[in-house]
Each structure stands twice: as C-alpha cells, then as structure tokens.
C-alpha cells in the first residue's frame, strides 16, 4: 500500500518536507506539501497512547486518511495516537 501511495502521490517524492516535533520523544510527524496536495505522516513510536498537539498551517478538518495501520484512526486536531500507531492524511492546497 505505501508504494502504491508513493505512485500516486508525487508530494510524497517531489514535495516540500516539514518536521512538526523534532523534540518529541516518541512521535514522528511531518507535512509534504507539493502542487495541489499536502500530506500529513504522524507515527506513534511507543507502546502508549500519546496526545499530541501539532503545529499545522492551514485548515487539516477536511483532511482524508489515505492510509492507517489502526481502524478508525482520529483526525489530525487534537490528535491521540494509539499505541504503534501510524497515520497518513491528504488535503487538496490552493
């Protein structure tokens, strides 16, 4: 699924990158941001729930998750991520 996404997704190879935490100790979040489209990539490096607040430009409450490794993942305000969880968000830019 993660190669098909970086088919049809040229932000994902072509496009701005952005660390959101670099001083978090157990997430890994980043935007892509590219003609068209931004992605958003948040992963919960840790065995507990973490509840992050992430610095996003823009209005992400209309982002789509495109790929998740957990059912029913939350969007990405006032996001909680599960245990290993990981997930993928897109939004259309101007």
Same mark, same amino acid.
């Given at each position: 699924l993660l190669i098909d996404l970086r088919h049809?997704?040229?932000v994902l190879t &072509? *496009? &701005?990158f952005a660390l959101l935490l670099p001083e978090h100790p157990t997430?890994?979040?980043f935007v892509r941001r590219g003609a068209g489209a931004a992605l958003l990539v948040a992963a919960n490096l840790s *065995? &507990? &729930?973490v509840a992050v607040d992430l610095p996003l430009d823009g209005d992400w409450s209309t982002a789509e998750v495109v790929l998740a490794n957990l059912p029913e993942p939350g969007g990405p305000t006032g996001l909680v991520l599960r245990p290993w969880e990981s997930v993928v968000w897109r939004r259309a830019t101007g």
């Amino acid at each position: 699924l993660l190669i098909d996404l970086r088919h049809a997704e040229p932000v994902l190879t &072509d *496009g &701005d990158f952005a660390l959101l935490l670099p001083e978090h100790p157990t997430v890994w979040a980043f935007v892509r941001r590219g003609a068209g489209a931004a992605l958003l990539v948040a992963a919960n490096l840790s *065995g &507990d &729930d973490v509840a992050v607040d992430l610095p996003l430009d823009g209005d992400w409450s209309t982002a789509e998750v495109v790929l998740a490794n957990l059912p029913e993942p939350g969007g990405p305000t006032g996001l909680v991520l599960r245990p290993w969880e990981s997930v993928v968000w897109r939004r259309a830019t101007g």
